[in-house]
Nanobody
Framework: QVQLVESGGGLVQPGGSLRLSCAASGSIFSIYAMGWYRQAPGKQRELVARITSGGSMDYADSVEGRFTISRDNAKNTVYLQMNSLKPEDTAVYYC?????????WGQGTQVTVSS
């Protein structure tokens, strides 16, 4: 079992930045691939960024060059640095830990980009 707790969401103006954090507990963090997903009202949950246990990263096209995912295995934490935020980035952001067949989700944190 893995417990995930997100933090760092909030209200930010277009062009601003936020850093999301996801603290994990309950298992060996370093063996899991970690991801950030988001879900906007009326839309399906979508992958934003993920980082493997080996440190390989990939991003959704819509955030490439603006968002950066990173992990600190010593702190059992994964981060999502979000720069140049746009109104269309508004969503609930969820942290995910994956080691098939096991998948775990956090409770989500709201990010609102608005002037």
């Amino acid at each position: 079992q893995v417990q995930l707790v997100e933090s760092g969401g909030g209200l930010v103006q277009p062009g601003g930045s936020l850093r999301l954090s996801c603290a994990a507990s309950g298992s060996i963090f370093s063996i899991y691939a970690m991801g950030w997903y988001r879900q906007a009202p009326g839309k399906q949950r979508e992958l934003v960024a993920r980082i493997t246990s080996g440190g390989s990263m990939d991003y959704a096209d819509s955030v490439e060059g603006r968002f950066t995912i990173s992990r600190d295995n010593a702190k059992n934490t994964v981060y999502l640095q979000m720069n140049s935020l746009k109104p269309e980035d508004t969503a609930v952001y969820y942290c995910n830990a994956a080691r098939p067949p096991y998948y775990y989700w956090g409770q989500g944190t709201q990010v609102t980009v608005s002037s």
